[in-house]
């Protein structure tokens, strides 16, 4: 005590055996997954989702309806060529056009926003005095940002698959190596290419899970992933930074192109592989350590 | 001694500190909270009281100190030091797009057992149950801070961390919430009850912490409290300025004072007894003599902006 003014009682031994009480009994933790599902119902209910949902889907359509009122184009793109042939050349079109703010914006709206959001709200204080240890938020968390990303990469996909396919029908595809691929290979080579895919976009999603931690601002968390990515898009334009091009993360979201070859190149598959994980794994662990150590002022 | 009374208490905390650049919001704080009592943690806005609950629930890190709630250190144990223990510090804070009972079925599934079959009962018992469905953000204030009581509830807590929970009710709000209070603690819940309200603390609490610019400046049982002051009395008179010289002039008569509604002065019952008669030998006739015990309130400022208790 540090300044005591008047004469502090002490409880006899009779009072405190009245008192003092057995400690409450230890209860189980919930497991991660029903954390997990809620923070998916948290996304479900948040009109924000449905923003960046609504995109993955409006944009193939609106793609699909302008090669409809239109006849040329779209040149110098790998496939370009082939999407009023088939409709399977419609997602790889949509991913190569997507990779360069789209998708990274529509999963930083999400990533940069869902632990800075609680901060905000100041509902950060309310889950972590229930009986959830710090480690399974933010996993699940970060689960919940990878599943939004997964969902919109998809969506984003299927949408202009299927109208592709409703519009201009499922004949075989092109490769890059001039072949032709039968459509049911075709589709299973489109899932493959779209894992690739994933790669970089969660090691994007991770980056902006860390700014969103470290930050505690939502706008300034999916603002700076944004800006991340536009920055090493840019990095990767400049001739003269050549050598750092197959280090950025915007290279690698065009590995999946490798799969789409004949025979299949997984050089840039590999390559993805570790250079997703090495802009993820330092940005999860720094992400998870802030989240750990922080004090919870907020709310 | 038995193995109950060997027990932890449900808080214990040891020379907590916390500072914020050159602001030390918590000064060696000392607590100890024993089971089965309301504890008032009183003090004046910006004095660390929430800081303090932050420290004991594991939202923030101390300095230097130690919190042990059951005998368990949060920051050690993590969430498992919060078994029993319920709570909110500043307002209750939920997911406004949710609606109440969602927002309960959350905290629900996060504390994991049997905590999503209290629900129903925990809605009832803060009388939300007709507006469960309602999303929060069309809730009032006062039906936040129930809310946070049903959230606290889910937990079958046998601590209590209430921060300041009747700021912002209206006068009915207040009195509800006092009575939730009341009742929480006869069910043998230990409630600590942070507050800048006198009448709160004074009402609830059977024992207290008084708090001043993040050091525990009194620490005790509230009768002790207003016991320590001596008995004070209040004197009106046919003429209060005689009263008063001759208040004065009386051994054993100490701080007297004249007030719009007559004098008031510190004495024990023997010196009050000689007082009388010198009156009345004064000329001085006596309309009433009352003994009148310090009020919390008055002990509070005392003790927050005044340099403490008389010796």
Same mark, same amino acid.
């Given at each position: 005590?540090?300044?005591?003014?008047?004469?502090?009682?002490?409880?006899?031994?009779?009072?405190?055996?009245?008192?003092?009480?057995?400690?409450?009994?230890?209860?189980?933790?919930?497991?991660?997954?029903?954390?997990?599902?809620?923070?998916?119902?948290?996304?479900?209910?948040?009109?924000?989702?449905?923003?960046?949902?609504?995109?993955?889907?409006?944009?193939?359509?609106?793609?699909?309806?302008?090669?409809?009122?239109?006849?040329?184009?779209?040149?110098?793109?790998?496939?370009?060529?082939?999407?009023?042939?088939?409709?399977?050349?419609?997602?790889?079109?949509?991913?190569?056009?997507?990779?360069?703010?789209?998708?990274?914006?529509?999963?930083?709206?999400?990533?940069?926003?869902?632990?800075?959001?609680?901060?905000?709200?100041?509902?950060?204080?309310?889950?972590?005095?229930?009986?959830?240890?710090?480690?399974?938020?933010?996993?699940?968390?970060?689960?919940?940002?990878?599943?939004?990303?997964?969902?919109?990469?998809?969506?984003?996909?299927?949408?202009?698959?299927?109208?592709?396919?409703?519009?201009?029908?499922?004949?075989?595809?092109?490769?890059?190596?001039?072949?032709?691929?039968?459509?049911?290979?075709?589709?299973?080579?489109?899932?493959?290419?779209?894992?690739?895919?994933?790669?970089?976009?969660?090691?994007?999603?991770?980056?902006?899970?860390?700014?969103?931690?470290?930050?505690?601002?939502?706008?300034?968390?999916?603002?700076?992933?944004?800006?991340?990515?536009?920055?090493?898009?840019?990095?990767?334009?400049?001739?003269?930074?050549?050598?750092?091009?197959?280090?950025?993360?915007?290279?690698?979201?065009?590995?999946?192109?490798?799969?789409?070859?004949?025979?299949?190149?997984?050089?840039?598959?590999?390559?993805?592989?570790?250079?997703?994980?090495?802009?993820?794994?330092?940005?999860?662990?720094?992400?998870?350590?802030?989240?750990?150590?922080?004090?919870?002022?907020?709310? | 001694?038995?193995?109950?009374?060997?027990?932890?208490?449900?808080?214990?905390?040891?020379?907590?500190?916390?500072?914020?650049?050159?602001?030390?919001?918590?000064?060696?704080?000392?607590?100890?909270?024993?089971?089965?009592?309301?504890?008032?943690?009183?003090?004046?806005?910006?004095?660390?009281?929430?800081?303090?609950?932050?420290?004991?629930?594991?939202?923030?890190?101390?300095?230097?100190?130690?919190?042990?709630?059951?005998? %368990?250190?949060?920051?050690?144990?993590? &969430?498992?030091?919060?078994?029993?223990? &319920?709570?909110?510090?500043?307002?209750?804070?939920?997911?406004?797009?949710?609606?109440?009972? *969602?927002?309960?079925?959350?905290?629900?599934?996060?504390? /994991?057992?049997?905590?999503?079959?209290?629900?129903?009962?925990?809605?009832?018992?803060?009388?939300?149950?007709?507006?469960?469905?309602?999303?929060?953000? /069309?809730?009032?204030?006062?039906?936040?801070?129930?809310?946070?009581?049903?959230?606290?509830?889910?937990?079958?807590?046998?601590?209590?961390?209430?921060?300041?929970?009747?700021?912002?009710?209206?006068?009915? /709000?207040?009195?509800?919430? %006092?009575?939730?209070?009341?009742?929480?603690?006869?069910?043998?819940?230990?409630?600590?009850?942070?507050?800048?309200?006198?009448?709160?603390?004074?009402?609830?609490?059977?024992?207290?912490?008084?708090?001043?610019?993040?050091?525990?400046?009194?620490?005790?049982?509230?009768?002790?409290?207003?016991?320590?002051?001596?008995?004070?009395?209040?004197?009106?008179?046919?003429?209060?300025? *005689?009263?008063?010289?001759?208040? %004065?002039?009386?051994?054993?008569?100490?701080?007297?004072?004249?007030?719009?509604?007559?004098?008031?002065?510190?004495?024990?019952?023997?010196?009050?007894?000689?007082?009388?008669?010198?009156?009345?030998?004064?000329?001085?006739?006596?309309?009433?003599?009352?003994?009148?015990?310090?009020?919390?309130?008055?002990?509070?400022?005392?003790?927050?902006?005044?340099?403490?208790?008389? &010796?």
């Amino acid at each position: 005590m540090s300044t005591t003014a008047a004469p502090t009682p002490t409880p006899p031994a009779e009072r405190v055996a009245i008192t003092a009480a057995p400690a409450p009994r230890r209860h189980a933790r919930p497991p991660i997954r029903a954390i997990y599902r809620w923070e998916l119902r948290k996304l479900w209910a948040q009109k924000r989702t449905y923003l960046g949902l609504g995109s993955a889907i409006i944009i193939p359509v609106i793609f699909v309806v302008s090669l409809m009122v239109q006849h040329g184009g779209p040149d110098g793109v790998p496939f370009g060529r082939y999407v009023r042939q088939t409709g399977l050349a419609i997602p790889p079109v949509l991913l190569l056009f997507s990779s360069i703010w789209l998708l990274p914006l529509i999963v930083s709206l999400v990533a940069g926003d869902i632990v800075a959001n609680e901060d905000g709200n100041g509902t950060l204080k309310t889950i972590l005095t229930r009986s959830v240890d710090r480690q399974q938020i933010w996993l699940a968390k970060m689960l919940a940002a990878f599943t939004y990303a997964l969902l919109a990469l998809v969506l984003f996909a299927g949408v202009g698959l299927l109208l592709g396919g409703l519009r201009y029908g499922l004949h075989p595809l092109t490769s890059l190596s001039g072949t032709r691929i039968g459509v049911g290979r075709a589709l299973l080579l489109m899932v493959a290419s779209l894992g690739a895919y994933a790669m970089p976009l969660f090691a994007l999603a991770s980056i902006a899970l860390l700014l969103s931690t470290v930050t505690r601002n939502s706008a300034a968390a999916v603002v700076g992933a944004l800006m991340a990515s536009l920055i090493m898009q840019l990095l990767g334009v400049i001739s003269g930074l050549d050598f750092l091009k197959p280090y950025l993360l915007s290279t690698q979201f065009d590995a999946w192109q490798g799969l789409l070859r004949t025979p299949a190149d997984w050089a840039p598959i590999v390559r993805s592989a570790w250079v997703s994980a090495c802009y993820a794994l330092p940005a999860l662990a720094i992400g998870l350590t802030t989240f750990l150590r922080r004090d919870v002022t907020g709310g | 001694m038995s193995a109950v009374a060997s027990a932890p208490h449900p808080i214990e905390a040891r020379g907590l500190v916390k500072r914020y650049d050159q602001l030390t919001a918590v000064d060696h704080v000392d607590l100890t909270v024993e089971a089965g009592t309301v504890y008032g943690y009183l003090g004046p806005n910006g004095a660390g009281k929430t800081t303090s609950i932050r420290m004991l629930l594991g939202l923030i890190t101390p300095d230097e100190g130690t919190a042990r709630l059951f005998g %368990r250190d949060p920051l050690v144990e993590g &969430a498992a030091a919060l078994d029993g223990v &319920a709570g909110f510090v500043e307002a209750p804070r939920f997911y406004p797009y949710l609606s109440a009972r *969602r927002n309960l079925e959350l905290m629900a599934a996060l504390d /994991g057992g049997d905590a999503g079959d209290r629900i129903d009962d925990a809605l009832a018992t803060v009388d939300l149950t007709e507006r469960e469905d309602d999303k929060v953000k /069309g809730y009032s204030h006062g039906m936040r801070q129930r809310l946070g009581i049903a959230a606290a509830l889910l937990r079958d807590p046998r601590l209590l961390l209430l921060d300041e929970p009747t700021t912002g009710l209206d006068p009915a /709000g207040m009195r509800d919430m %006092r009575q939730l209070v009341r009742r929480l603690a006869a069910d043998g819940i230990t409630v600590l009850l942070s507050s800048h309200l006198m009448t709160e603390v004074e009402e609830l609490c059977d024992r207290l912490a008084i708090v001043r610019s993040g050091r525990v400046i009194y620490e005790g049982g509230l009768t002790d409290l207003l016991r320590s002051t001596g008995q004070r009395y209040r004197l009106r008179t046919t003429d209060d300025r *005689r009263a008063l010289a001759v208040a %004065r002039e009386q051994p054993g008569v100490e701080d007297p004072v004249q007030r719009a509604d007559g004098l008031a002065f510190a004495a024990d019952e023997t010196v009050a007894g000689e007082l009388s008669v010198a009156l009345v030998e004064a000329g001085v006739a006596i309309l009433a003599l009352v003994p009148a015990a310090a009020s919390l309130e008055e002990l509070f400022f005392r003790l927050t902006e005044g340099d403490g208790l008389p &010796a």
